[in-house]
């Protein structure tokens, strides 16, 4: 025998002396039983499909479901009406895709593209080197210098452009817009 041979405990062995093969088999055995006892308890306390409780508690689920259902699919009809209904840019006179990102028109408070509006005081103001418009909020845009061409953190505004009014309402085509695709479900 070698010195590891006897370290070990003789052959065949592992380093703390015990038979591999026996513990596996007895570990197995004694999770298999634990596994049995806890199927065997949730059977008994499980409902059959057949009691009262369970069927009631299904034709709850169903009518839930189809309440929700019946909903889902009003949503949907009136959200697909509201996207069929095609609504023109009085600046360009093209069709706008998206509502969610047109703004109001100044003056009629009808949809236009945002890019129509910032082409439209592009052209008006003509900013000159180093200048940019840009929109800053709240239906305002602002006429930006940027001291450094190449460092867009640091500027200057030059002018404030208020576009849409801060008194008046929002058109109804936002607040129609706004009341279809907020109700989550």
């Not at 009691?51 to 009518?63: F, I, T, V």
């Not at 929700?68 to 706008?96: D, L, M």
């Amino acid at each position: 025998m070698s010195r590891n041979d006897r370290r070990r405990g003789g052959r065949n062995r592992n380093w703390n002396n015990r038979d591999n093969n026996n513990e596996k088999n007895e570990r197995q055995k004694s999770q298999e039983a634990r596994f049995n006892d806890r199927a065997e308890r949730a059977e008994k306390n499980h409902e059959s499909r057949g009691s009262g409780a369970y069927e009631r508690r299904q034709e709850r689920r169903r009518l839930l479901n189809s309440v929700s259902q019946k909903e889902i699919e009003e949503s949907r009809i009136a959200i697909k009406a509201f996207k069929e209904h095609v609504v023109t840019c009085e600046i360009c006179g093209e069709a706008i895709d998206d509502l969610a990102n047109a703004i109001s028109n100044k003056g009629s408070d009808n949809p236009v593209h945002f890019d129509c509006v910032i082409s439209k005081l592009n052209e008006s103001e003509k900013p000159g080197m180093n200048e940019k418009i840009a929109y800053i909020g709240q239906g305002k845009f602002a006429l930006l210098h940027f001291a450094n061409p190449h460092d867009q953190k640091h500027f200057t505004i030059r002018k404030t452009i208020e576009w849409e009014a801060r008194d008046a309402e929002r058109g109804s085509w936002r607040n129609e817009m706004a009341g279809l695709f907020s109700q989550v479900k």
